[in-house]
Structures are given as C-alpha cells and as structure tokens.
Nanobody, 121 residues
Framework: QVQVAESGGGSVQAGGSLRLSCAAS????????MAWHRQVPGRQREMVTT???????EYADSVKGRFSVSWDSAKNTAYLQMTRLKPEDTAVYYC???????????????WGQGTQVTVSS
C-alpha cells in the first residue's frame, strides 16, 4: 500500500526559507503526477504547484519566482523549496501523489497528512 508523508514545516520570519519533503513509500510502478496544495482555516484549498509525467511544472501566481520543486527518484521523495517567504504563505501544506501499480493500470491518488508552515512579520 502506498503512503505519503510530508515533513519540514516550521516557523520562520518573513524573507526566510523552508524546504518541505514528501516521501512516498510502498509498492507502485510509477508516479504520474505530483502536486503541493495549501490550506488556510476558513479558506479554500489552493494549488501551489503541479508537476505531470512529462516534467512540466505549473506554479500558482502567488509563488512564482519564490518556490521550486524537485524529485529524488532514489528516495522516492519530492521537495518543495520555499524562499522569500511571506506571512500570506502561512498554511498547512499537503502533498498529492498520483501513481500506478501496474504499467497500464488505473491511477490512484494519495494525500499526505500535511505539515504546518508559519511565517511571521
């Protein structure tokens, strides 16, 4: 069974940096897409960045130029590097992994449990 776990959240001052990790474990054939979303209490979930199987990556306008993503295939871990953080980046960040367990089988999606990022003024 595939599981996803985020880590790396914490509290920083505005202008600082954090790197979030999203580790996938279990049995899967391939990861077809990966995304980071964030949630602020009382507000709708926001897509931060999405990467599809051809490597194309999309970023929300609010984070362009400040956030970047990478993938370590040896560790089955995705990273979200966040720089020049702003108070409005404060949220719980969730990792979404879309994967297959067979070469031509159905796709599955799995969310992590989230990690808190707090940016102070």
């Amino acid at each position: 069974q595939v599981q996803v776990a985020e880590s790396g959240g914490g509290s920083v001052q505005a202008g600082g940096s954090l790197r979030l990790s999203c580790a996938a474990s279990g049995s899967f054939f391939s990861v077809d897409a990966m995304a980071w979303h964030r949630q602020v209490p009382g507000r709708q979930r926001e897509m931060v960045t999405t990467t599809i199987s051809n490597g194309e990556t999309e970023y929300a306008d609010s984070v362009k130029g400040r956030f970047s993503v990478s993938w370590d295939s040896a560790k089955n871990t995705a990273y979200l590097q966040m720089t020049r953080l702003k108070p409005e980046d404060t949220a719980v960040y969730y990792c979404l992994t879309i994967y297959r367990t067979t070469p031509s089988g159905r796709r599955y999606d799995m969310w992590g449990q989230g990690t808190q990022v707090t940016v102070s003024s």
